[in-house]
């Protein structure tokens, strides 16, 4: 088996650079990681950096639109049920001053 090292030097020699700003105030002539712009020496090793897309700026999603749009949702009905509770109440409150008959036990309708 034989290899083409002339094309495989080639390709290293074409390799985008890193061009982070060394100590001895030159730029780095490593080749770059896969996919990341500066060598592994200069911020490009695997892991390193933020994920794409700004994920990392997620904490907990309470303040996401879809958990203010839920808490929306649940304000407003806590605020229906909230409001007939109080109207039920109001109806038992006029029933007990006497203005109207009270009201009879299911049991006593039934008999
Ligand atoms: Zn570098």
């Known amino acids: ?29 490593a ?12 911020g490009g090793a695997k892991g390193s950096g933020a994920r794409p897309g700004n994920t990392n700026a997620l904490k907990h999603g309470a303040y996401t639109k879809g958990a203010k ?7 407003h009905v806590f605020a229906d049920v909230r409001s007939g509770v109080r109207a039920a109440l109001d ?8 203005d109207a008959p009270p009201a009879k036990s299911p049991a006593k309708l039934k008999t």
């Not at 088996?1 to 002539?29: N, Q, Y």
């Not at 080749?31 to 200069?42: L, S």
């Not at 749009?69 to 304000?75: I, V």
């Open 31 to 42: 080749p770059v990681c896969r996919d990341k712009n500066r060598c592994h020496k200069h």
């Open 91 to 98: 109806s038992v409150a006029d029933l007990q001053e006497g």
């Open 69 to 75: 749009a839920r808490e929306k949702w649940y304000r």
């Open 1 to 29: 088996m034989t290899v083409d090292r002339s094309a495989a030097v080639r390709a290293m020699h074409m390799a985008p650079r890193c061009g982070a700003r060394t100590r001895a105030g030159e730029s780095c002539r």
